[in-house]
T-cell receptor, first 114, second 114 residues
Framework: AQSVTQLDSHVSVSEGTPVLLRCNYS??????LFWYVQHPNKGLQLLLK??????LVKGINGFEAEFKKSETSFHLTKPSAHMSDAAEYFC????????????FGSGTQLTVLP | NAGVTQTPKFRILKIGQSMTLQCAQD?????MYWYRQDPGMGLKLIYY???????DKGEVPNGYNVSRSTTEDFPLRLELAAPSQTSVYFC?????????????FGPGTRLLVL
């Protein structure tokens, strides 16, 4: 069985300050992990993915995430928030070998204040 | 490339009515998926398809039907709409189905059943 927990349902930051969106996972096997972003009235867009290569993963728009097996975490970070980063972010875990086993977190709504 | 397209964007149904949600992709992807997203929740898989003529159930298939007669199209059918089916529906596609495959999402269809 697998699960993913996004620890904050809402995060607010000021423009230009760092962003931290937290994700913990549970998986019996070596997981693949993804972060997707959803802008209002849009579909989900892949930000980055971890697939057992480098533990520090760089994604689009300056986001990155670090896979920490000992902490079962895959937190998403960005050094400096931009207004356009305001969106909902989903952490996703999948079992090795089957994308149909995708498990989504409940999402974190990021607000960026001017 | 248009990517993954979905129609309609929004629909109101009365209880007991039926409708088909359309999904098409122009990326020649073998795999297609239907998800639903309820408020404050992550996405849950309804049905998926690994190619034309082949479909299988996901986590929440009850009340829905799918077909896949072509590589491009993957319609989702609601036969007897119920209030519990009020949700946002996302279609996605991927080239493969391994854990490392990125899924590409459409913009979603918002359905309200009254």
């Amino acid at each position: 069985a697998q699960s993913v927990t996004q620890l904050d349902s809402h995060v607010s930051v000021s423009e230009g300050t760092p962003v931290l969106l937290r994700c913990n996972y549970s998986s019996s096997y070596s997981p693949s992990l993804f972060w997707y972003v959803q802008h209002p009235n849009k579909g989900l867009q892949l930000l980055l993915k971890y697939t057992s290569a480098a533990t520090l993963v760089k994604g689009i728009n300056g986001f990155e995430a670090e896979f920490k097996k000992s902490e079962t975490s895959f937190h998403l970070t960005k050094p400096s928030a931009h207004m356009s980063d305001a969106a909902e972010y989903f952490c996703v875990v999948t079992l090795f070998g089957s994308a149909r086993q995708l498990t989504f977190g409940s999402g974190t709504q990021l607000t960026v204040l001017p | 490339n248009a990517g993954v397209t979905q129609t309609p964007k929004f629909r109101i149904l009365k209880i007991g009515q039926s409708m088909t949600l359309q999904c098409a992709q122009d990326m020649n992807h073998n795999y297609m998926y239907w998800y639903r997203q309820d408020p404050g929740m992550g996405l849950k898989l309804i049905y998926y398809s690994v190619g034309a003529g082949i479909t299988d159930k996901g986590e929440v298939p009850n009340g829905y039907n799918v077909s896949r007669s072509t590589t491009e199209d993957f319609p989702l059918r609601l036969e007897l709409a119920a209030p519990s089916q009020t949700s946002v529906y996302f279609c996605a596609s991927s080239y493969g189905t391994s854990d490392q495959e990125t899924q590409y999402f459409g913009p979603g269809t918002r359905l309200l059943v009254l």
